[in-house]
């Protein structure tokens, strides 16, 4: 397949509305179309559900999108490698992992290290945990940015976030004037989260807190995104629970508000190459918080 394939069905998996991710991608619908439909006969599945007025991603769409979005940053990563080596510039830093790291810590980080180091040039990819790891196994990857510790004995690692999940509430939900929720509340409600198939690690985090104090979530609805997930509470469609930093998609339709026993923690985690060489790495490493041991 081609990566030209990989990067129309990522457009229409984000927008969920052809017309839309045909602009997107500068292109005729209909082309778009006939990209998507050529994609699905050559993997043997539906990538997407369609109708008149809607279009969704299949189980088989969900497995299929974590691993398109690594593909295209691995592939951009390698073109850009490709390009500093045979240019005349410094260094390139190719940085990769969850949103904790690349919407969360990282913008202030990345501040700071360019101010030292303003030769070296920078590429941020967001991709899940598995990707980031086996981006750092081809190298296409010289940092990652994890969930858990990396288990490979090739690489290094250090904690550098843990930060609570907070409720995501309709802005009339009646829980939406505390100034905390009790699990009980949201327990109780329709609840709006990932595929599991998408992000296992937040999947059982989240599963494990409420089931730890003897409810069973009621999961309604199913969002890969977190743009997704917020549209969805806003529409009344359930609750949701989010790593803190998603309090920065501001919403005139949602509140954000602490659970009242803390919530689940989620922690990240930087990994980098035991036999890496470049300084920059180093350089960068120097810029990033670590979180104390217990």
Same mark, same amino acid.
């Given at each position: 397949?081609?990566?030209?394939?990989?990067?129309?069905?990522?457009?229409?998996?984000?927008?969920?509305?052809?017309?839309?991710?045909?602009?997107?991608?500068?292109?005729?619908?209909?082309?778009?179309?006939?990209?998507?439909?050529?994609?699905?006969?050559?993997?043997?599945?539906?990538?997407?559900?369609?109708?008149?007025? /809607?279009?969704?991603?299949?189980?088989?769409?969900?497995?299929?999108?974590?691993?398109?979005?690594?593909?295209? %940053?691995?592939?951009? %990563?390698?073109?850009?490698?490709?390009?500093?080596?045979?240019?005349? &510039?410094?260094?390139?830093?190719?940085?990769?992992?969850?949103?904790?790291? /690349?919407?969360?810590?990282?913008?202030?980080?990345?501040?700071?290290?360019?101010?030292?180091?303003?030769?070296?040039?920078?590429?941020?990819?967001?991709?899940?945990? &598995?990707? %980031?790891?086996?981006?750092?196994?081809?190298?296409?990857?010289?940092?990652?940015?994890?969930?858990?510790?990396?288990?490979?004995?090739?690489?290094?690692?250090?904690?550098?976030? /843990?930060?609570?999940?907070?409720?995501?509430?309709?802005?009339?939900?009646? %829980?939406?004037?505390?100034?905390?929720?009790?699990?009980?509340?949201?327990?109780?409600?329709?609840?709006?989260?990932?595929?599991?198939?998408?992000?296992?690690?937040?999947?059982?985090?989240?599963?494990?807190?409420?089931?730890?104090? &003897?409810?069973?979530?009621?999961?309604?609805?199913?969002?890969?995104?977190?743009?997704?997930?917020?549209?969805?509470?806003?529409?009344?469609?359930?609750?949701?629970?989010?790593?803190?930093?998603?309090?920065?998609?501001?919403?005139?339709?949602?509140?954000?508000?602490?659970?009242?026993?803390?919530?689940?923690?989620?922690? /990240?985690?930087?990994?980098?190459?035991?036999?890496?060489?470049?300084?920059?790495?180093?350089?960068?490493?120097?810029?990033?918080?670590?979180?104390?041991?217990?």
């Amino acid at each position: 397949m081609e990566l030209k394939q990989l990067r129309i069905f990522i457009a229409v998996a984000e927008e969920l509305h052809f017309g839309r991710a045909a602009e997107r991608m500068h292109m005729a619908q209909p082309a778009l179309s006939a990209q998507v439909r050529g994609l699905e006969e050559r993997l043997g599945v539906k990538l997407f559900e369609r109708t008149t007025r /809607t279009v969704s991603l299949t189980r088989a769409g969900e497995v299929f999108l974590p691993e398109a979005l690594a593909t295209v %940053a691995q592939a951009e %990563a390698a073109a850009s490698a490709a390009r500093a080596v045979g240019g005349a &510039g410094g260094d390139m830093l190719k940085l990769g992992g969850v949103d904790s790291a /690349t919407a969360g810590i990282l913008p202030d980080v990345i501040r700071r290290f360019r101010r030292t180091s303003p030769d070296v040039e920078l590429k941020v990819f967001e991709m899940l945990s &598995g990707p %980031a790891i086996h981006g750092l196994s081809n190298k296409s990857l010289d940092i990652g940015f994890v969930r858990n510790p990396p288990k490979e004995d090739y690489l290094l690692s250090r904690h550098v976030l /843990t930060e609570p999940m907070v409720a995501v509430l309709p802005v009339d939900h009646p %829980a939406a004037a505390m100034e905390a929720v009790p699990t009980r509340l949201i327990a109780a409600e329709p609840l709006v989260l990932p595929a599991r198939s998408h992000r296992p690690i937040l999947f059982d985090l989240v599963h494990h807190y409420f089931v730890e104090r &003897g409810f069973d979530p009621n999961i309604a609805q199913e969002a890969n995104e977190r743009h997704t997930i917020i549209a969805m509470v806003a529409a009344g469609l359930g609750v949701s629970i989010v790593p803190r930093w998603v309090e920065s998609l501001h919403h005139d339709a949602v509140v954000y508000r602490p659970l009242e026993d803390g919530g689940p923690l989620v922690e /990240t985690h930087v990994a980098w190459r035991s036999s890496e060489t470049l300084d920059a790495v180093a350089q960068f490493l120097e810029h990033l918080p670590e979180v104390p041991a217990d």
